[in-house]
């Protein structure tokens, strides 16, 4: 069997587009307040970071002298650093499988019209509509270590109530799967949108070869979702390197910073410790492996798929 | 044709008032009922005279608060407040800023008698012998009892409790199930480093050196004496014998825990007070005490934050704060805040007032704060420590309480954070001095 995958439309080359005189004018002013939004609240404190993080500064950020890369140098010998690096990518490694799996099971659920289809749908998107703040303290209740809804049912069940946020073996992972289910509605959206583009002949092809509903799955709907579950992943990937409201209302890094990731350690170099310039020499870090998981995701995507 | 007359005038008028008028901004971090307290004050001030308005913002949380006076000092005090509210262990941080003007020279300036403080708020804003800041909103911790599951056990209710009595107590009102679960917990503590900080004061220790960093600047972290790590020591180990609860950091969790009758004694701050009272309803009768000591009673330092008056405005601006800080001073200002929040008078001859009277015959357990506060010795123990750093320093105790409560002895897990404390407080007080 050899199909050829049409090109995803992100991937079209987009038709010239002409200016008459005067209007490439109007063309730039109606652009020029987003890209002044932009270059404002990122392009600018962006290489603000980059600027501060050569930098040290006095207590109140009145002065500052530039030290080159003595705080990069701090930053690779400091031990949090490399426990908040490391906490991240048990985070992430968590969240990308178990958000990847129900959103795909979400998506196939909902891929195919069927009666009440739309109800699923707005089901599976709910836990992406509901705001951060308002899920970390439903959650808080639900694993609260003694009262919590799912302590009790543990116990009426005879098993004995866990520690989900106060131990720092569970609180990390915890964290990870609620992040996942915030993300599940997201993924399942891209996810269907993905499968809807394969094409229906080819199941049915399948079905008169006699193929079940199994095998059509291994075949037909996982090879040709993979260009997307692949995006889908580098997305949930970059998004859980960012998580971070969840961690600030739930744990706030504790306990025993097991929950201090990345962008919680930037954060509290920050606006707690007031060490910008530490906090700016982790967060142009951050950045770089950002980038280049943008960069890898750019790459992948930029190249027509083929399968023969 | 007169409708217009008049309404002309009424803007004449608001114009003429407005060229009189002074107006200042007012930061807090008061949120729910704390701010709807504030800004009564705020609005109580505005409608007394004439002359001054007091603009209020609610900034947030404390360190919102103090990153957004960094941020406008940065860009060359634009924007900054008049007065800003600051959390009590900011008080280093303040004065060394050099944003601050002293309250003490205004007072000065004002012939305001400076003798009026109640002692232990006055000493604790105080810095190098100077006063910088007035103690808006303060507090104690205290204990916080179920005083049916203290009868139901035979345990008589006390006023002053060692840890070693607290820790009987603790374990005769701990129930447990068949299997050995604990169904009720005898004790329930939030991990906060502020419990060990007061545990160390009220025993006459220090949490740093240089008695607390009130004879200098302090240096070196003490975290590490022998009543802290008693207090620790038993904690944790009450914990890993199901005895007390671990209900994490956040401090709502162990509340419903003690709430909903699930834990018989707790510690909490003296500002919880209004909130616990309406979680527990009618489920059992309240009974507050004071905190806990290791060997003698000794004192507990103020909790709460403090406003300042920051630097850089003309005289006539500065004046107006002033008579703002003034208004808050007085006694029926003071009653009015302390009524319904918890917190405690910071002048004297507060407490004497019929409505004050009236309001802790209601409530016996608001009076529990302020007869610690009276009976606690004024010490540079119960002075409280000034440091720099504290924010982090805090991160590094709650951190040093869980691993104890994993089985790391209290003195080791003590003694490696003192290491890792010591570091921030040696960095904060470099940035001081470049």
């Given amino acids: 069997m050899s199909v050829e995958r049409r090109e995803t439309p992100w991937t079209e080359a987009k038709p010239q587009t002409r200016f008459k005189a005067g209007e490439g004018l109007e063309a730039a002013l109606l652009v020029v307040p987003g890209v002044a939004l932009m270059l404002l609240f990122i392009v600018w404190p962006t290489l603000n970071a980059f600027w501060l993080s050569f930098h040290r500064e006095n207590l109140l950020g009145t002065s500052r002298e530039w030290v080159g890369l003595t705080n990069y140098a701090e930053m690779l010998k400091d031990p949090a650093f490399w426990r908040s690096v490391g906490a991240t990518f048990v985070f992430a490694a968590v969240v990308a499988p178990v958000q990847l799996v129900l959103g795909l099971v979400a998506a196939l659920m909902v891929a195919r019209p069927f009666p009440g289809v739309g109800l699923f749908r707005t089901l599976f998107f709910l836990t992406t509509a509901v705001p951060t703040a308002v899920a970390a303290v439903a959650w808080g209740w639900f694993l609260h270590p003694v009262g919590g809804t799912l302590n009790r049912a543990l116990e009426a069940i005879g098993l004995s109530r866990q520690p989900w946020l106060t131990s720092p073996e569970l609180a990390l992972p915890a964290l990870a799967v609620l992040t996942a289910w915030a993300g599940v509605g997201f993924t399942a959206i891209l996810l269907t949108a993905g499968l809807q583009q394969i094409p229906e002949e080819l199941y049915e092809a399948a079905r008169i070869d006699g193929a079940g509903s199994w095998t059509q799955f291994w075949r037909i709907t996982l090879p040709l979702l993979s260009p997307t579950l692949f995006l889908v992943a580098l997305l949930i990937l970059l998004s859980s390197l960012t998580a971070f409201g969840q961690i600030h209302l739930l744990t706030r890094g504790g306990p025993m910073e097991s929950t201090t990731v990345w962008i919680y350690r930037v954060y509290q170099d920050a606006f707690f410790n007031f060490r910008f310039y530490y906090a700016s020499a982790q967060a142009v870090a951050l950045f770089l492996v950002l980038l280049l998981l943008a960069a890898l995701q750019f790459r992948f995507f930029g190249r027509k798929v083929h399968y023969g | ?434």
Wanted: hydrophobic content about 40%.
């Fill in chain 2, 1 to 434: 044709m007169k409708r217009t007359f008049v309404l002309l005038a009424l803007a004449l008028g608001s114009l003429s008032l407005a060229q009189q008028r002074v107006t200042i901004d007012f930061w807090h971090s008061m949120g729910g009922v704390l701010g709807e307290a504030t800004e009564a004050l705020v609005k109580d001030f505005n409608a007394s005279q004439n002359r001054i308005t007091v603009r209020s913002q609610f900034v947030g949380s404390y360190d919102d608060g103090l990153n957004k006076l960094r941020a406008a000092l940065q860009a060359g005090g634009q924007g900054r407040p008049n007065v800003i509210q600051v959390y009590d262990i900011g008080a280093r941080f303040m004065a060394d800023s050099g944003a601050v003007l002293p309250l003490e020279d205004l007072a000065r300036a004002n012939n305001f008698d400076l003798s009026q403080f109640v002692p232990q708020p006055r000493n604790y804003y105080s810095v190098d012998g100077k006063l910088y800041g007035l103690a808006f909103n303060s507090s104690n911790p205290i204990l916080y009892f179920n005083a049916q599951a203290l009868e139901q056990a035979g345990i008589p209710y006390r006023n002053t409790w060692s840890l070693a009595d607290l820790e009987v107590a603790a374990r005769k009102l701990t129930v447990r199930d068949a299997s050995g679960k604990t169904t009720r917990y005898g004790l329930s503590i939030p991990i906060d480093s502020w419990f060990m900080e007061q545990f160390s004061y009220n025993s006459g220790q220090f949490f740093c050196n240089n008695e607390n960093g009130r004879k200098a600047r302090a240096t070196e972290v003490t975290f590490n004496n022998p009543a802290a790590v008693a207090f620790l020591d038993t904690w944790a180990r009450l914990v890993r014998e199901g005895v007390a609860a671990n209900t994490g950091r956040t401090w709502a969790d162990s509340q419903s825990l003690f709430a909903q009758g699930n834990a018989a004694i707790a510690i909490y701050s003296t500002a919880s007070l209004t909130g616990v009272l309406r979680q527990v309803g009618n489920r059992f009768p309240l009974r507050t005490a004071f905190y806990p000591y290791l060997r003698e009673r000794n004192g507990t330092a103020i909790g709460g934050a403090a406003v300042y008056l920051i630097r850089g405005f003309g005289d006539e601006q500065n004046q107006a704060s002033w008579e703002f800080i003034r208004y808050l001073l007085r006694p029926e200002t003071q009653a009015k805040w302390i009524i319904g929040t918890g917190y405690f008078p910071v002048v004297r001859g507060v407490a004497d007032l019929p409505a004050v009277r009236q309001a802790y015959v209601r409530q016996p357990n608001y009076t529990t704060a302020l007869r610690q506060l009276e009976t606690s010795k004024v010490n540079t123990a119960s002075a409280g420590c000034l440091m720099g750093g504290f924010t982090e320093i805090r991160q590094i105790v709650q951190s040093a309480i869980e691993e104890a409560m994993r089985g790391k002895p209290a003195q080791q897990a003590l003694d490696e954070a003192k290491q890792r404390a010591d570091q921030v407080l040696a960095r904060y007080n470099a940035s001081v001095r470049q």
